[in-house]
């Protein structure tokens, strides 16, 4: 049980900004909120993370809402390459703790 | 330049037999850990280890047993096969959070094994 809440399912054109929303509403104050990615028949592959503050990456930004009950994946610009199951998921940030993914949001890109 | 791997690629079996997945690293983390992906693409830990020790063990049947001969391998060994088994398997690294290396837990994961039991 990955306690998120992310659509199945999203699409998007090509070199348009694209918007992940994840809903994490049960997080407790020290969990950090962390974004993968998994591109067909690859292993998952780290996005970003973040804690309270928005947080950007030459990958992508993580919009997190003020009272850490939901964040946003922000592509900028996304390419064909960009077409993945995104998951976002909680993570004590300490340890040896693993991840816990669920279903994710497959996203689509058009050209 | 492989920083996660993980041999078989696929492994295809009948049941009731004994198979191993293998996992190296060249990242030179001190915590790996291992994964089961569901048909329903559910990724959930199964045992994490930090130097060689144990450090989380999930609710896992006995008949898989994890060994860690040095940081850089975990290796996944499971007895007595079930059609349950089926999935694909993760092998995944990264420096231990809170540690002196760093305050969080960016993991690599390995390319995956396809395990069919038949």
């Known amino acids: 049980d990955a306690k998120t809440t992310q659509p199945n399912s999203m699409e998007s054109n090509e070199e348009e900004p694209v918007h992940l929303p994840c809903n994490h509403s049960?997080?407790?104050?020290?969990?950090?909120i962390h974004w993968y990615r998994q591109l067909p028949s690859q292993g998952p592959e780290y996005v970003i993370h973040?804690?309270?503050s928005n947080v950007n990456n030459r990958m992508a930004s993580l919009a997190i809402a003020e009272d850490r009950k939901s964040s946003t994946l922000i592509l900028h610009r996304a390419t064909l390459r960009d077409a993945a199951v995104y998951y976002c998921?909680?993570?004590?940030?300490?340890?040896?703790?693993?991840?816990?993914f669920g279903k994710g949001t497959h996203l689509i890109i058009q050209p | 330049d492989t920083a996660v791997s993980q041999t078989p690629k696929y492994l295809v079996t009948q049941m009731g037999n004994d198979k191993s997945i293998k996992c190296e690293q060249n990242?030179?983390?001190?915590?790996m850990y291992w994964y089961k992906q569901d048909s329903k693409k559910f990724l959930k830990i199964m045992f994490s280890?930090?130097?060689?020790?144990?450090?989380i063990n999930e609710t896992v049947p006995n008949r898989f047993s994890p060994k860690s001969p040095d940081k850089a391998h975990l290796n996944l060994h499971i007895n007595s096969l079930e059609l349950g088994d089926s999935a694909v398997y993760f092998c995944?690294?990264?420096?231990?959070?809170?540690?002196?290396?760093?305050?969080?837990?960016?993991?690599?994961f390995g390319p995956g094994t396809r395990l069919t039991v038949l």
């Open positions: 995944a690294s990264s420096e231990l959070a809170g540690g002196p290396k760093g305050s969080y837990n960016e993991q690599f």
């Open positions: 973040g804690l309270t």
């Open positions: 280890y930090n130097n060689k020790e144990l450090i």
């Open positions: 049960t997080i407790s104050g020290t969990d950090y």
């Open positions: 998921t909680r993570h004590s940030g300490g340890g040896a703790d693993g991840l816990t």
């Open positions: 990242l030179g983390h001190d915590t």
